[in-house]
Each structure stands twice: as C-alpha cells, then as structure tokens.
C-alpha cells in the first residue's frame, strides 16, 4: 500500500507526533532528555521550523511547529533521528530502530486549534498520570509559555504574542487557559487527524488547503471508484 503524503504548508503550524518502536522507552535518564533537546533545536533552526511548544514523554514526542519550507518538518525529523538514535544506541549498548516508522502529523487551522493543541501537547504528562499539574514535569514548553522560564527552543507564535503586549499578560493569560480541563471533543478531534495525517480545523480551513495542495485532505471510505472526481479531487490553485 503506498504511503499517504504527508500535508505541509509553509506558514501553517503542524502537530507531530512520533513514537517509540513498540512503546518502548525513547529515554531513559535526564541526560537523553536534554540530548534531544538540544538536537531539536539546532535540527529545528537548520530546517526553519518555528517550534511553540513540546513534550518529550518516556515513550514519545510531540511538537507543535511552524515551517517556512513544506521540506523543513521532514529535514528537521530525519536530522534528529539520525543524531538521537546513534546516541541512544552507544548510550546504552543497542543496535537497530528506535523509532515506530514514520512521524505523523496534521496541519492545524490556527484561529480554532491552535491554542487546544498547544494544550494538548503540554498537559499530556497530566493525563498520562506522571503529574498533577503541567508545571510539574521537566519536559516540556509549558514553563515557558506560562511562566517565561528560559527556553531557547521555543519561538512564539503571533497568536501567543497576542495574547498581551507584556510578557507578563501573555502568561497569565496563557496560564488561565488551563484552568479548566481541556475538552475531550478537542482531544479526540487531535488525535484523529493527527493519526490519520489529515486536518484539524474547520471545512472552509481544509478546503482552501486542499485548493492549495491539489490534493484531498479528508479519509475517504473504502471502496468506490478511485478514478472518480470524488476520491481525485477536483480543486486547483487559487491565484
């Protein structure tokens, strides 16, 4: 089965998520934490990819990302896994893959989604049970968006800049989005498109993306005619 392209436009934040072959342990001491960090930062500005928030999980890692080039998330993640995985091989004493396949992803609409995956990435210590509060774990951009801890990774975005003409206002106003749990329609919603590779935004969002690309951006079921207009797609770029 050929594999599904992935959707990439310049501009538009991503949501990656790439986990660990078999669920196994991607890090094991602090040392391999701080290690990726550093290779995602220096693979990050090489790639000219914008990364607004993070979470490094035992297991897994997201990112929520803005590229300038639809090759920079591709060139960013193969860097990194060519630099962690030898380093985690000679670190502690293994051969072979350590990653599961590919990394996957979903393009998100901005003025709907971007705050809910911002929270999605960085409460996802919370709802695996490692912690109480999101403050409460090391590894992830949540210090820095809520309480302007040092953090030479994270770029903001214009929607977090928004949020006040102080830094100050940014992060209170930032911390007073997890002050109520996030929605499980928003969760469920990110976890299908992320895993699917399709969109997480709105119908007119993912139309004008499809208008963009030349290609559908929604699952299709099973079956039908794969030759006709509805499974090809019919839109062309827009001027």
């Known amino acids: ?14 949501h990656l998520i790439q986990r660990g072959n078999n669920r196994t342990r991607s890090f094991v001491a602090p040392e391999d934490y ?21 979470v490094l999980m035992t297991n897994h890692v997201h990112l929520l990302v803005t590229p300038e080039s639809a090759q920079g998330p591709a ?10 995985v030898r380093y985690f091989n000679e670190s502690y004493s293994r051969t072979g893959t350590l990653w599961e396949g590919r990394y996957r992803s979903t393009l ?29 774990y090391r590894w992830s951009s949540f210090g820095r968006n809520a309480h302007g801890e040092a953090d030479a990774l994270i ?19 930032y911390r007073a989005m997890f002050a109520c749990h996030l929605d499980m329609d ?12 399709t969109v997480l935004g709105t119908t007119p969002f993912r139309e004008e993306l499809e208008a963009r690309l030349q290609r559908m951006l929604k699952r299709l079921p099973h079956g039908g005619d794969r030759r006709s207009d ?10």
């Open 1 to 14: 089965m050929p594999r599904v392209p992935r959707s990439v436009v310049p501009g538009h934040p991503l």
């Open 34 to 54: 701080a290690y990726y960090k550093r290779v995602l930062r220096e693979s990050s500005v090489r790639a000219r990819c914008a990364v607004h928030a993070y």
């Open 75 to 84: 060139r960013m993640m193969q860097a990194i896994g060519r630099r962690y």
């Open 108 to 136: 998100v609409d901005s003025l709907h989604y971007f705050f809910a995956c911002m929270r999605y990435v960085e409460l996802n210590p919370v709802r695996a049970g490692v912690v109480m509060q999101p403050g409460e």
């Open 155 to 173: 770029t903001p975005h214009a929607l977090y800049l928004a949020l006040g003409s102080l830094s100050s206002d940014r992060q209170a106003a």
């Open 186 to 197: 928003a969760v469920n919603a990110i976890r299908r498109a992320t895993n699917a590779g």
């Open 230 to 239: 509805s499974f090809r797609g019919s839109t062309t770029l827009t001027p």
